[in-house]
C-alpha cells in the first residue's frame, strides 16, 4: 500500500467535511473525531478512501439512510438524525432489534406510529460509529475486488460489509476514540 504523503513524507488521509445539518437535527460527533478514529483504524480498511463526509440528512425520513459509501467517489456519507427521538409511521422488527441493540427504546405509540427514543447521546454515537465501520466495510470490499466471478449482489455486498465491520468493532476502537479529547469536546457541543 502507498499513501499519498504530504510535503513532510506524512500520510495523507482522507479529508473529512462537515456540513451544517437541519436546526432540528445533529451530528453525535464533528469530523476532528473522524479525523482521529481514521488514524487508528488500521490502514488497510481506509486505503483508497477519499472523503468522509458529515451532511443533513435526505427528505426521505430519518435513517433512510444513515450512512453510505459512494463507490465511483470512493466516500463515505454519514447523515444528521434527530438528538432525542425519532418518529416513524412504521418501523420492521429488524430496525426495532437494531436500534435497541444500540441502546435506544422502541415505543409503539399506536398502530400506526413508533417512536425511537435515545437518552444518551453516546449511544447515537456507538450507532453511528458501526454505520461508518459498516460503509467502511463497502469501501475494503470495492478497494480489494477479486477478479474472480462472484455475484455483485446487493444481499452479498451487503453481508461483507457486516463482517468487516464486526470485525473492526471487536478491535473495540470505539472505547479508545470515545476518550480521545476530540470526541469528548465534540459529544458535550
Known amino acids: 500500500m502507498r499513501f499519498p504523503k504530504d510535503r ?10 462537515q456540513r451544517a445539518c437541519l436546526k432540528s437535527d445533529f451530528f453525535p460527533f464533528d469530523k476532528q473525531p473522524i479525523s482521529v478514529l481514521l488514524r487508528l483504524l488500521p490502514k488497510e480498511y481506509i486505503y483508497g478512501l ?4 458529515l451532511r443533513p440528512r435526505p427528505n426521505s ?7 453510505l459509501y459512494r463507490r ?10 434527530p438528538k432525542n427521538s425519532w418518529d416513524f409511521d412504521k418501523l420492521g422488527q429488524g430496525a426495532q432489534d437494531y436500534y435497541e441493540l444500540h441502546g435506544a427504546t422502541v415505543l ?3 398502530n400506526s406510529s413508533v417512536k425511537v427514543v435515545w437518552k444518551e447521546v453516546i449511544d447515537l454515537a456507538f450507532l453511528f460509529y458501526t454505520v461508518f465501520l459498516h460503509e467502511l466495510g463497502h469501501h475494503y470490499q470495492h478497494q480489494y475486488r477479486t ?5 455483485d449482489l446487493k444481499v452479498s455486498r451487503e453481508k461483507f460489509a457486516e463482517l468487516v465491520s464486526s470485525k473492526l468493532r471487536r478491535i473495540n476502537l470505539f ?5 480521545s479529547k476530540h470526541f469528548q469536546k465534540a459529544s458535550n457541543s
Do not use: D, F, H, M
Open 72 to 81: 465511483s467517489e470512493k466516500k463515505i456519507i454519514l447523515y444528521s438524525a
Open 108 to 110: 409503539k405509540e399506536s
Open 8 to 17: 513532510e513524507n506524512k500520510i495523507v488521509y482522507p479529508k473529512v467535511i
Open 61 to 67: 425520513g430519518i435513517g433512510n439512510p444513515l450512512g
Open 147 to 151: 477478479k474472480e466471478s462472484i455475484p
Open 50 to 53: 477519499k472523503q468522509v463526509e
Open 175 to 179: 472505547n479508545v476514540w470515545r476518550t
